[in-house]
DNA sequence: ACATCTGATATATAATTGTATATAAAAAAT
DNA sequence: ATTTTTTATATACAATTATATATCAGATGT
């Protein structure tokens, strides 16, 4: 639509792109109907206000007017609390996103918050890293249990044994990719599809 | 309207009100029509993106999407590099604003616009003090002066000639005032009218 | 008293939004 | 493998709402 207005629907969609989250699952946490949310990252529509305030604290962003003097500043900031993910491996990608997705639809049943939040921290550590395929499988098996903690009887418990298991993969990583490199994931030099962020 | 969108238009109104801009200079330089100003600072319109960007542009204002872990450095940010006048009597006040609109008008008409930055540096320099009644003639006669020239045949020696003016009552006031210490401007109470800012 | 500038408002038009549904892609199951 | 089910995004249409144009009433200053 306008062309202003272009940088900051892109900053939504990638906002939520990295939190892998679907546009019926923001739509829900915003309130606003899934179907304006396409438009919306289509840049089909020049949307109004509370739209972008609903769905920006959906995201966990917030809308603010900064003086052209401090933009700078205030981009740099921005960037320093985004945490910019490393390629991975679409497979390792795709087990990494069902696992946050797991751990929001946690969120909304268990009271185990603080569990929750040392799972989340463990994962985000996880995610630091460009972890190779050999690692495959093991992650598959770890998400699996992520997704089976809902129907848990002891959802505490289950939820910190995944933070271990996490963890465990976490530090062998790291120390296997320091000890001898590893090839880093393939990177396209083009793709068909559109691509997340340059 | 809508009890969320508040805090950006009230920031929109204040923003207009320290650049003691009218409803209808921002109009034009935003592209969005006057009423429209007015609905929007009253919140009476759940205005689109564009209009805000637009808006907002218009007052040196950038909108950005901040992480919410970041926001407290922005605003910190953001009140450094936002000036705060201090109180001002209001007829004092009133010579102050005038000069600024004048300095704006004269922007966009006159070629000097490395002594229209200058003249804008030493009216802030100005504009730090909280001026004494005692110079409200001087005041009004440099306001005056300022004001002619648009009508003058040598612009840049008239903006450079009204600097000094400016440079010269600054140093004076900011003399008398620490020699002597004076009284501040009137500060009431409570105000019938809405308030500036708190 | 008059001219000018301020912010507010009525109306027609144009656009977004909500509801519901469609299409496409991916996952699961047989 | 192929069919079925689920999920993810896109779109059609009606209702609601913002926006542009024009005009208004009030304040301010000359």
Redesign the interface.
């Known amino acids: ?2 062309y ?2 272009q940088p ?1 629907v892109d ?2 969609k990638e ?1 939520r792109q990295a939190k892998s989250m679907s546009q019926r699952e923001l739509s829900k946490l915003a309130g606003v109907p899934q179907g304006q949310i396409s438009r919306i990252e289509s840049n089909a529509v ?5 739209s ?3 769905i ?2 959906a995201l ?12 700078t ?3 740099s ?2 960037r ?3 945490d910019h993910r490393p390629p991975q491996y679409p497979a390792i990608g795709k087990e990494l996103s069902h696992m946050q997705m797991a751990l929001r639809s946690l969120r909304t049943q268990s009271l185990a918050i603080a569990q929750a939040d040392e799972f989340q921290k463990a994962l985000a550590s996880l995610n630091t890293l460009s972890i190779p395929t050999d690692y495959l499988a093991q992650i598959r098996n770890v998400r699996k249990a992520v997704e089976q903690i809902t129907k848990s009887q002891n959802q505490m418990k289950a939820i910190t044994d995944a933070t271990k298991a996490i963890t465990y993969l976490r530090n062998n990583i790291a120390h296997s990719t320091t000890t001898q490199i590893r090839n880093v994931p393939p990177k396209p030099a083009y793709s068909l599809e559109e691509d997340d962020d340059a």
């Open positions: 639509m306008s202003e207005t900051i900053r939504i906002a020049d949307l109004r206000l509370s972008l305030i609903a920006a604290n966990d962003l917030e809308l603010a007017l900064v003086p052209r003097k401090a933009i500043a205030v981009q900031i921005t320093q609390t985004t």
